[in-house]
């Protein structure tokens, strides 16, 4: 007797992780043909194998197609801060106070999201790390300590979690630029305008057009 193979498909960006999505991207690119497009969306966000696939019937296929299709245009809408979530039984909490935000701290980040898709999960273990004590409204998170473990589990946590802080993440920084003394707005704007290309990059009309 055939084993069943269960097939979950994702509603959301809160049931895709940030690994998948950076496989997704890597795997997509440069590629422009609708077909490949959706068997790599179906392979990475479905967790299915290519020889799995190609056992399921043509209908299968373009059902599971069609509802990745909602998903992944979500990549292009605005996700709010979300500040605590639940990775693997633990909680994890953005930096509470980026004003305090550490030298070493700011840099990783920034250099991080320079580094484009392939390094965003290690931004993200930049600004959000295991909640260490509650006090009413208020958190404090360990303290930063780069670690290739925190890193890689760090690539399970929810897409919309990361798109949520890397779209904060710039914001905040274009805030700045108008309470800033005019000898560090160059510096400011040129930080700006590369976490800006970084989220085009990630959220842009090309991935939109090569996805529908």
């Given at each position: ?6 097939i979950v498909i994702p ?5 895709i992780?940030v ?6 991207i890597?795997l997509?690119?440069g590629i422009?043909?609708?077909?490949n ?20 019937s043509?209908?299968q296929v ?8 909602v998903v ?6 605005d996700?709010?801060?979300?500040k605590k ?6 909680e994890?909490?953005?930096?509470p106070?980026?004003d305090?935000?550490?030298?070493g701290?700011?840099?990783?980040i920034?250099e991080?999201l320079?580094?484009?898709t392939?390094?965003?999960h290690?931004?993200?273990?930049v600004?959000?790390r295991?909640?260490?004590?509650h ?11 780069p670690?290739?473990?925190h890193q ?8 919309h979690?990361?798109?949520?802080a890397q779209?904060?993440f710039?914001n905040l ?14 510096e ?10 970084v989220?085009?990059?990630l959220?842009g009309?090309?991935m ?5």
């Amino acid at each position: 007797m055939g084993k069943t193979l269960e097939i979950v498909i994702p509603k959301g960006l809160n049931e895709i992780t940030v690994g998948q999505y950076q496989k997704y991207i890597a795997l997509t690119e440069g590629i422009e043909d609708e077909g490949n497009l959706a068997e790599i969306a179906i392979i990475c966000f479905c967790n299915v194998s290519i020889e799995h696939l190609r056992l399921l019937s043509s209908y299968q296929v373009n059902d599971m197609a069609s509802r990745l299709s909602v998903v992944v245009s979500q990549f292009t809408q605005d996700q709010p801060l979300i500040k605590k979530f639940i990775l693997q039984g633990k909680e994890y909490g953005f930096i509470p106070t980026l004003d305090k935000i550490t030298y070493g701290e700011n840099k990783d980040i920034i250099e991080f999201l320079k580094a484009g898709t392939s390094s965003l999960h290690k931004a993200m273990g930049v600004l959000y790390r295991p909640v260490k004590k509650h006090s009413g409204d208020t958190y404090s998170i360990e303290k930063y300590e780069p670690s290739v473990e925190h890193q890689m589990l760090i690539k399970d946590m929810p897409l919309h979690v990361m798109f949520g802080a890397q779209v904060f993440f710039y914001n905040l920084t274009k805030e700045l630029l108008s309470h800033i003394p005019n000898y560090l707005k160059k510096e400011l704007e040129k930080r700006g305008e590369l976490i800006q290309k970084v989220s085009t990059k990630l959220t842009g009309d090309g991935m939109m057009s090569s996805t529908t």
